[in-house]
């Protein structure tokens, strides 16, 4: 159904479109880094953290930071370049629509517990 | 238009639902981290431990836990019915007292609490993501994160009471259904017994309006007949111990406020929830299934949750409200679920796909304020208490090395994690007392003839809960009798007075002290670079603060809290001191408890040795702390002038103190009292209020 639908919109308009989403993630992918990273601190400091200033509670919270920004930028990485494979190859099909939506829902998702938490 | 909003119906249905499993992920983690924490600490985490680990001590050597006779000791109470503890007995009774056992099985009983939730929702609507968020959203409720962890019998209560009104829900035309059902209420209400009342309703109505009024009664009267047939076999095995127990022993005072504020801190927290749920409530009714189980329910428990503001009741009275509220979020999201697919014979209307995305988001949303509450809530008081495990160690210590028997409050749970029998419920006599169901007459004798070998009161620093918990009798008599030894983990320890020793007071001075303290110390001295603070019994604004000696007095336009008076060193015969008193004001500082002889603005007013000053407050810079008043000795400087600086209070364009009376600071207080003193400088540092020199 999708795809019928997809196919009476201008192709150029669809490209525009995606071309503009990708962008959109892929911007989100980066900027998020530290904003997840913030989240993961957040959630240590209400379990272990005492305001203290230990020494090891502050090497705790920088080991957090350092572990994560590894797997996060490769995340980074998978949604730039793997995504704009996958649009690509799929273009115009129901999949690459759903796959950006997801995409984009986790970084609205991941923006929405920033800033509640 | 219309094309577009269809066409982008399924992704935004996919792009909603991706954000609820983001948040139902979230609070899946938060609460697996608290109830870790929790179950992994050994010490209690709260007053209500330590009654539940005794009875399942006693009970599993048989004794009976329903006393029938409060006027010799143990004077113990066992607010709750049976059930629980006897599930715990055994174990105990096999591998010793440990809380860990009460811990994981209020943990596994909120699981299965979230399960049955989830259950509900799934059976009656098919909905898998409605019945996760239910189930999890009840998990992150801040009630539940902090009081699953704890070694209490709600969250089994619960559990037990959602399992009948699963049963029901699923297979009310079956006959073990109705049989399932009662049983389960019945387990309910004995683990607890205010759940003899909202899961029983609900039940009745959902049958009533399922099988018919006939049925109905026939559910009551399956519940209703075993249940009080139990309740009078109790009674009479236990000579009417169980009545009083159970009963009599929970009639405590009410206090309207605390429910208002309670009502204003859940509609900050769960604002979405409480709007599904009145959706339920009053268009529920002919629009979603799951209504006449849902609606009675959610009446029920509010009902339920305005007793929390009976003396001595705490979260745990606001569980079953938010069961029904995680009941209602799943069902409305199930109703807006279910009319946007092809489901229905009907193709689905066009608002229905962006209508169900925006209550996924907005469950979405109030999962993850929950989630915050959990955090900013039972999160940290999990946390600052387990930052206290050292001082508890000590603590333990104590209790394991002492020659008598011990009793303590808050952190009762020490007691019986020793091996040792609970000899006083302070919180729970005290109620009975107060009510005149119980006479403290024995009580006091013992306190008076220092039986105990140790007395351990709690003391928060933001409210005198210990009020609620030690008669003012109790407490006069421990003053009497007993003497502030030490302090772990904001716990005073009282030990017996010695005979012929001199214990300083307002009246007292020390051997060769010149003067006595300017007002009492009940829970001691705290000293803090050369200033003391004294730490008295009662609310703010009701212990009075004295002269220590003659001499005049000012009190500044700007003194709320605070005089100062200038005495003659009589330590130094051509000198001359101040005595500076601050403190004397209430927690938020807009209340003085300054003397109205003593206006602000006045100066060179004569007071003699002894005459009271004002009364001790919980104002403590720009917060508050225990009801104290902070006592400092300061130089006078040449011309006699007062030398605010050292104290904070500097006169604006005053010129810049002496680099003398700078160098010196503070005078030491000790040298005037004869109290203890310490070498720590720059942290609290707690002192017993004792005669003597350094510790």
Redesign the interface.
Known sequence: M?DQ??S?TPRKLETAIVVALWLVSSVLSVVLIPVTIDILT??YI?????YSGSVEQYWSGVAIRQFAVIPLAMVAIVVIIGGAEYYLRNFGRRKS??AL??T???E???L??AW?? | MRDTIRNAGPYLVSGARTILWMFLVLAAVVFAIQAARALSYPYPLDYGEGPLLDQAMRLSRWENIYPHDLSSPPFTISNYPPLYVALLAPVVGLFGPHLVFGRALSVVAALAAALFIGLIIETNTGRRLAAWASGLSFLVFPYTAQWAPLMRVDLVALALSLAGLYVISRWHDARFGLVGTAALLIAAAYTKQSYALVGPLAAFVWVWHKLGWRTALKLAGMVAIPGVLLFLLLTLTTRGGFFLNVITANANAFDVNVVVDRALSLLETAPVMIFLAGLVLFLGLGNIPLAPLLVPYLVGSLATAATIGKVGSNVNYLLELAASLSLCGGAVLSWSHLKSTHETSEPPTLWRAPVYAAVAVAVAVQIGLLTRATLTGPAEQVKWRTKTKTELDHLARTIERAQGPVIADEYMALIPLQGRRLYLQPFEMTQLAESGHWDQTPLLEQIQAQTFTAIMIHHFPDTAVYRTRWTPEMLASIEANYIASRYAADTITFEPRLPGEIYPSSSVQCPGAVWALPSKATFGVWWFTKELVLMGEGEEGTVPVYAVADGVLMRRETWNDAVAIRHDDPLCSDGQVWTFYRGLASAEGDRSYVADEFPPGINEIPVSAGQMLGYQGRLWDSGSSWVHVRFAVLPSLEDGAFPGALVGRAVPDAPPLPVEVVQEGLRDPTLYLGTMRSHVMGVLTWLPPQCGTER
Do not use: H, K, N, P
Not at chain 1, 46 to 50: G, I, L, M, N, Q
């Open positions: 999708a639908d997809l009476s957040r959630i209400a379990f272990w953290a005492d629509w759903m939506t997801r984009l829902a986790v609205l998702g991941i929405l517990m509640i938490l």
